[in-house]
C-alpha cells in the first residue's frame, strides 16, 4: 500500500515527536541516577608538555582508569562515578576528550578510557592558563547532566599559571564554590610549579596534590590518585595536603 505524501509528513512528525519524547524521558531519567562522585580530569598539553609527554599522560590517564583496583572504587555501592576528560592550554585552548559519561560497568569504563587513549597528540604549542582551566572546569561541571552528590577537579600540570588571571581571581570571585581541586604535579620544569598548584589551585575539604619528577611516573600517581578519590572518604580530611 502507497501512502499520500501528506500521510508520510504527518507519519514522520509523529516518529519524530516519539524520539523526542523518548530521548527527553531518558535524559531525565539519567539526572535521576544515584551519582556519588562527578570526576573531571584535566590534562595540561601547553607549551612545556612535548608530544611525547601528552602520550605518557593521556597513555597513563587511560591505563590507570582499566586498572583493577580502580574499576573496582569506581563500580563500589554508594552510587555512581560521571567522569569528563579535556585538555587545556592557553586562555581560549580548552578541548573536551570525553564527555560525561555515567561509569556505572566495565563496558562504559573501558570505552571511557578508550576515547582518552585515542587522542592524538596536540600541537598547539599554547602558554598555560591554568586559572582558566579551573574556570572551565567549574562549567563543564554545571553541564553535568547527573546530579552527583561530590564534584572534583583532578587538574595534572607541569607549569605555572603564565597566561590571564591566575587561580586565586576565580576562587576569590566564587566560581570555584562546591568543588575538591586536587592536583597532580610534573616538577620538571622551573620555576617549579607545585608551590602554586598548593596556595592556589587546591581547593575544598580533603583537597590534595601529588608530585613526581617525570612524566614516566605519571600512571603510578594517576592510579594512586583516582584510587584516593574514588575513596568514599574522599572528603573526610579538614585541609588540604601533599603526598610525594
Given at each position: 500500500m502507497r501512502l499520500h505524501p501528506r500521510r508520510l509528513l504527518i507519519a514522520a512528525a509523529l516518529a519524530l515527536a516519539m524520539i523526542g519524547q523518548s530521548g527527553m524521558a531518558?535524559?531525565?531519567?539519567?539526572?535521576?541516577?544515584?551519582?556519588?562522585?562527578?570526576?573531571?580530569?584535566?590534562?595540561?598539553?601547553?607549551?612545556?608538555?612535548?608530544?611525547?609527554?601528552?602520550?605518557?599522560?593521556?597513555?597513563?590517564?587511560?591505563?590507570?582508569?582499566?586498572?583493577?583496583?580502580?574499576?573496582?572504587?569506581?563500580?563500589?555501592?554508594?552510587?555512581?562515578?560521571?567522569?569528563?576528560?579535556?585538555?587545556?592550554?592557553g586562555l581560549r585552548r580548552q578541548h573536551t576528550v570525553a564527555h560525561w559519561t555515567l561509569l556505572d560497568s566495565?563496558?562504559?569504563?573501558?570505552?571511557?578510557?578508550?576515547?582518552?587513549?585515542?587522542?592524538?597528540?596536540?600541537?598547539?604549542?599554547?602558554?598555560?592558563?591554568?586559572?582558566?582551566?579551573?574556570?572551565?572546569?567549574?562549567?563543564?561541571?554545571?553541564?553535568?547532566?547527573?546530579?552527583?552528590?561530590t564534584k572534583v577537579v583532578d587538574v595534572s600540570g607541569d607549569g605555572v599559571n603564565n597566561e590571564g588571571l591566575g587561580p586565586l581571581h576565580y576562587r576569590a570571585k566564587g566560581v570555584l564554590e562546591g568543588l575538591i581541586i586536587n592536583g597532580l604535579v610534573i616538577r620538571n620544569n622551573d620555576p617549579d610549579p607545585l608551590p602554586q598548584y598548593i596556595e592556589e589551585v587546591l581547593h575544598g575539604p580533603g583537597a590534595f596534590v601529588i608530585d613526581i619528577r617525570s612524566y614516566g611516573d605519571y600512571l603510578t600517581a594517576m592510579k594512586e590518585k583516582l584510587i584516593r578519590e574514588l575513596s568514599p572518604f574522599v572528603a573526610a580530611a579538614p585541609s588540604p595536603t601533599v603526598v610525594e
Open positions: 531518558q535524559a531525565q531519567s539519567g539526572a535521576e541516577t544515584p551519582c556519588r562522585l562527578a570526576l573531571i580530569l584535566a590534562l595540561d598539553i601547553s607549551h612545556s608538555v612535548d608530544q611525547e609527554e601528552q602520550k605518557l599522560q593521556t597513555g597513563g590517564l587511560a591505563a590507570a582508569l582499566l586498572d583493577e583496583e580502580v574499576k573496582a572504587a569506581i563500580l563500589s555501592p554508594g552510587g555512581g562515578v560521571a567522569a569528563l576528560a579535556f585538555e587545556w592550554s566495565e563496558d562504559a569504563i573501558e570505552a571511557f578510557a578508550a576515547r582518552i587513549a585515542a587522542r592524538p597528540v596536540s600541537t598547539w604549542g599554547h602558554p598555560t592558563a591554568l586559572g582558566r582551566a579551573l574556570a572551565h572546569s567549574a562549567w563543564l561541571h554545571t553541564q553535568n547532566p547527573w546530579d552527583c552528590d
